[in-house]
């Protein structure tokens, strides 16, 4: 049988884009899959935008949060599901995702964390890259030397519960923290090439720098902490920083290739938002 999904959205004043996020999930919505969006009081419209659909969306919680991390923890303390994945507001998924992602799940029964793919789109939804996660350990993700890809990560939320869910304090990089959390635990993983969100990179949003110097430091801050935390060295080579682009040559001429074939990279965006199965 499909393992059951709980999907999280968190959303804050991101009305432009949300529609198309609630949209994307709803699409794929049946008895397996379960939506949860999260809203800490946004004043752009977003939270009647939420109302208005009504119960097709099973869990809305319209509350304070103390940060990103918080409200998705939030919005998880209410999933009922096997497998848990979240979607932010300015993204959506792509089509079909969630069939491929239970049925990865299915075929994968012992493993704890699935990592696949997604799409980097810019503010107007023109595809910039495919991204897709590099060979991983702990010890590579520490060290810069392994890529996660946040829109291509699912988890079991028997490991997600075992941690403790997302670190409310850390505004940065509460995945990124997440990740590493359940790979001391666990070290059963997958990795995919399937794609399964799309990430929106915009001029207001944290990783389009939207949130300036403070934004940066913060994260240089959280990032030494969760080193400290794991007993790994502070400071990291440049052939540390560079090393996904050696370690592994598929993710290596994938990221060349897509900034230099503008037909390819339109090729596979078009196929992949139609439903089918891009061609490599």
């Known amino acids: 049988m499909r393992p059951k999904i709980s999907i999280v959205t968190i959303s804050f004043n991101q009305k432009e884009y949300l529609r198309k996020c609630i949209d994307s999930v709803l699409s794929e919505k049946d008895g397996q899959v379960e939506y949860i ?17 009504g ?29 848990g994945y ?18 990865l799940w299915q075929g994968s029964p012992h493993i704890d964390i699935l990592l696949g793919g997604a799409w980097m789109v810019d503010g107007a939804g023109e595809p910039l ?36 869910g997302f670190n409310s304090r850390n505004r940065t990089c509460w995945d990124y923290e997440l990740l590493c959390e359940m790979l001391k635990q666990s070290q059963h993983f997958k990795l995919t090439d399937e794609k399964f969100g ?6 207001t949003s944290l990783s389009g ?10 994260y240089l ?9 794991h007993g790994f060295p502070l400071k990291s080579s440049g052939f540390r920083r560079v090393g996904k682009f050696i370690t592994d040559p598929r993710w290596t001429m994938n990221f060349i290739a897509d900034r230099l074939l503008v037909s390819r990279r339109k090729t596979r965006w078009n196929a992949d938002t139609n439903g089918r199965v891009s061609v490599r």
Do not use: C, W
């Not at 720098?209 to 913060?218: A, L, M, P, Q, W």
């Open 221 to 229: 801050n959280d990032l030494t902490r969760i080193r400290r935390n």
């Open 55 to 83: 119960n097709r969306i099973d869990h809305v919680i319209f509350e304070p949060d103390e940060g990103p991390a918080d409200g998705l923890n939030k919005g998880f303390g209410r999933a009922t599901g096997d497998i």
């Open 37 to 53: 969006v999260v809203d800490a009081g946004s004043t752009d419209g977003s939270r009647d935008l939420i109302e208005s659909y």
């Open 86 to 103: 979240f979607i932010n507001s300015d993204d959506f998924l792509l089509p079909g995702a969630v069939g491929r992602m239970q049925r």
């Open 129 to 164: 890259r495919e991204v897709l996660p590099t060979r991983l350990s702990l010890p590579k993700l520490l060290s810069g030397q392994s890529l996660m890809v946040q829109h291509g990560l699912s988890f079991r939320m028997a490991v997600f519960n075992k941690i403790g």
């Open 209 to 218: 720098g939207g949130h300036g110097e403070i934004h940066e430091k913060r």
């Open 198 to 203: 799309v990430f929106r990179f915009h001029d």
